[in-house]
């Protein structure tokens, strides 16, 4: 079955730089869309779209973005990274890797917190 396990939340200061990964197995990851989709801050239940690389190599980003992250996908190793940079303390929530096979799929979450 598709899995999506995340590593690499933690604790940063407002302008420092964390990267995440997302290790995925059960699906043809070279032929599907992956990404990053965030918890929406103060809104347990809603999750937004943040970084997604298509099987194609393109890459779409929100606008809360505004050019600091940078997701990556290594087709070798199943693998899809984000790296983020200059944190701002509302980048604080909940990070998780995404796919679509028939239905979305998100892996457990990993907590990002940007101490101001």
């Known amino acids: 079955q598709v899995q999506l396990v995340e590593s690499g939340g933690g604790l940063v200061q407002a302008g420092g730089s964390l990267s995440l990964s997302c290790a995925a197995s059960?699906?043809?990851?070279?032929?599907?869309?992956v990404g990053w989709y965030r918890q929406t801050p103060g809104k347990e239940r809603e999750r937004g779209m943040a970084?997604?690389?298509?099987?194609?190599?393109?890459?779409n980003y929100a606008g809360f973005v505004k050019g600091r992250f940078t997701v990556s996908r290594d087709n070798a190793k199943n693998t899809v990274t984000l790296h983020m940079n200059n944190l701002e303390p509302d980048d604080t929530t909940v990070y998780y890797c995404?796919?679509?096979?028939?239905?979305?799929?998100w892996g457990q979450g990993t907590h990002v917190t940007v101490s101001s």
């Open positions: 995404w796919t679509y096979v028939g239905r979305d799929y």
């Open positions: 059960g699906f043809n990851f070279a032929s599907t869309a």
């Open positions: 970084a997604v690389a298509t099987s194609g190599g393109s890459t």
